[in-house]
C-alpha cells in the first residue's frame, strides 16, 4: 500500500509539471503569432522637435535645403572633369586627382548641409525637387587643362555666391537665423575663398608653364600638383 501510495504521488506530480510545461508552451506559441501578424508601427502620435521657433527661419532653413542641390552638381561635374583626365588620351593624373579630390569634397559638403538641417530639427527629405540632378555647367569636354581649371574657379564662385546670398537672407532683420549664419559665415565662406584663391593660384601656375614650355606645359604642371 506504502509502494502504490508513493507511485501515484509520483505519477500526479509528473502529471502536473507536464501540463504547466504544456501551458508555458501553448502561451509561448500564442505570444508569437501574436507578434507576427502585428504590425510595427515607430511613429510617435506627438514626437519631440529639434526646432526652436526663437530661432528657426523657415526660408533660411529652405535656402539651406536648395545648397543641397548645388553641391550635389558641382561634384558631378568634377567627377566629368577627373573623368576626362584620366583617359589614356591625356594620361594626367595629377591633374584627375584634382578634380577627384574636389568631386569628394563637394559630395561631402552637401552632407554636412544635411547633417546641419537635421540638427535644426528640419524634416525636408526632396532636396533635388523631383528632378534629376546634372553637372552645374552641363559640360563633359574641355579642349585643355586650363579651361578646365577656370571652370571650377567659375563653380567655386558661383558656390561662394550662393553662401553669401543664403547669410543675407539668414540675417535679414525681425526674420534673421543668427546660428545659421554664423555657421555659412563661419565654416563655408572662408573655406570658400580660400579654394578660390587656390584655383586661382593653379590657373596661374599652369599658363606660366604653357608659355614656357608649349605642349610640355600641362604634363609639367601636372607633374607639380
Excluded at 540632378?133 to 550662393?162: C, F, H, T, Y
Excluded at 559665415?185 to 608653364?209: C, K, P, V, Y
Aim: charged share 20%.
Amino acid at each position: 500500500g506504502l509502494i502504490s501510495s508513493f507511485q501515484v504521488r509520483t505519477q500526479g506530480s509528473l502529471a502536473w509539471k507536464v501540463g504547466k510545461m504544456m501551458l508555458y508552451v501553448l502561451l509561448i506559441s500564442m505570444a508569437l503569432v501574436d507578434m507576427s501578424t502585428a504590425k510595427c508601427d515607430t511613429s510617435s502620435a506627438d514626437p519631440a522637435s529639434a526646432q526652436d521657433s526663437a530661432n528657426y527661419r523657415e526660408t533660411c532653413i529652405s535656402a539651406l535645403s536648395k545648397q543641397v542641390r548645388m553641391e550635389f552638381e558641382a561634384s558631378l561635374q568634377y567627377l566629368l572633369m577627373a573623368a576626362q583626365f584620366s583617359q589614356d588620351t591625356y594620361n594626367l593624373p595629377g591633374v584627375a586627382k584634382l578634380f577627384w579630390d574636389h568631386a569628394d569634397e563637394e559630395r561631402e559638403h552637401a552632407k554636412q548641409f544635411i547633417g546641419y538641417l537635421r540638427l535644426r530639427g528640419s524634416l525636408e527629405n526632396d532636396f533635388f525637387g523631383g528632378n534629376p540632378i546634372k553637372p552645374i555647367l552641363g559640360k563633359n569636354q574641355w579642349g585643355s587643362v586650363a579651361e578646365a581649371l577656370r571652370d571650377a574657379l567659375g563653380m567655386e564662385k558661383a558656390v561662394s555666391g550662393s553662401m553669401k546670398q543664403m547669410i543675407d537672407l539668414c540675417s535679414q532683420g525681425g526674420e534673421d537665423d543668427p546660428h545659421a549664419a554664423d555657421w555659412l559665415t563661419g565654416t563655408w565662406l572662408e573655406e570658400q575663398l580660400n579654394g578660390q584663391r587656390h584655383l586661382a593660384g593653379l590657373i596661374n601656375t599652369l599658363e606660366s608653364f604653357s608659355r614656357d614650355h608649349n605642349e610640355l606645359g600641362e604634363w609639367m604642371f601636372a607633374k607639380e600638383i
